[in-house]
Structures are given as C-alpha cells and as structure tokens.
C-alpha cells in the first residue's frame, strides 16, 4: 500500500551537483518523517538525512553542508539537492519514511560520481 519511489540519480563529475526526489503514496498520515539513507560499495547502509513533516531536520556528520533535505506536503514528495560530490559520495540512495510506528523503503536510486 505504501510505496516510494526515488529518481534523478545519474553519473556526475567530482564537484558537480544532482537533486534527488522521492514521491510517496499510500500514506494517510500527515505526521510523520521522511529521509535518505545511502549504502555504497562494499560499505553498510547508512543515514544521510531525514525531516519531519513539520520542517525540523536533521543531516549526518559527513554531510559537511553539501546535502540540503526538503519536503513538498502537499506533493507528498522530499528531496535531496546533492552539491560539492565526491567519488566517496557513490553510493545508491534511499528514500524512507517513518510513520505510525512502521519505516518503508523504496527501491533506490544510483548516485556515481567519478573522479
């Protein structure tokens, strides 16, 4: 019933920018939190940023001011603008959302950035 689904990955070159979005479906709650997740090779999954419904937000460390999380509402959409890239920023990229006690996933989206 839920379901999300990511886009605008792509290859890019070090220092470039791409902007991710998500678009979510089949929720009816209006209170929740959605993020991004990234997982690249031969690394673990791991948190890149998330944000409530309500505009509060949250980023991890390596981060660095490169990445900015925003949300639409009324589009049920989040996004995350990618800037300054590293080939260490290679990595699939997740779209979660977090709502009612349960977290769902979509399906990913390929971020390569070359050298």
């Known amino acids: 019933q839920v379901q999300l689904v990511e886009s605008g990955g792509g290859l890019v070159q070090a220092g470039g920018s791409l902007r991710l979005s998500c678009a979510a479906s089949?929720?009816?709650?209006?209170?929740?939190?959605m993020g991004w997740d990234r997982q690249g090779p031969g690394n673990q999954r791991e948190w890149v940023a998330r944000q409530s419904s309500g505009g509060s937000t949250d980023y991890a460390d390596f981060v660095k001011g490169r990445f900015t999380i925003s949300r639409d509402n009324a589009k049920n959409m989040v996004y995350l603008q990618l800037h300054s890239l590293k080939p260490e920023d290679t990595a699939v990229y997740y779209c979660n959302l977090f709502v009612a006690g349960s977290t769902y996933w979509g399906q990913g989206t390929q971020v390569t950035v070359s050298s």
């Open positions: 089949g929720s009816s709650f209006s209170v929740n939190v």
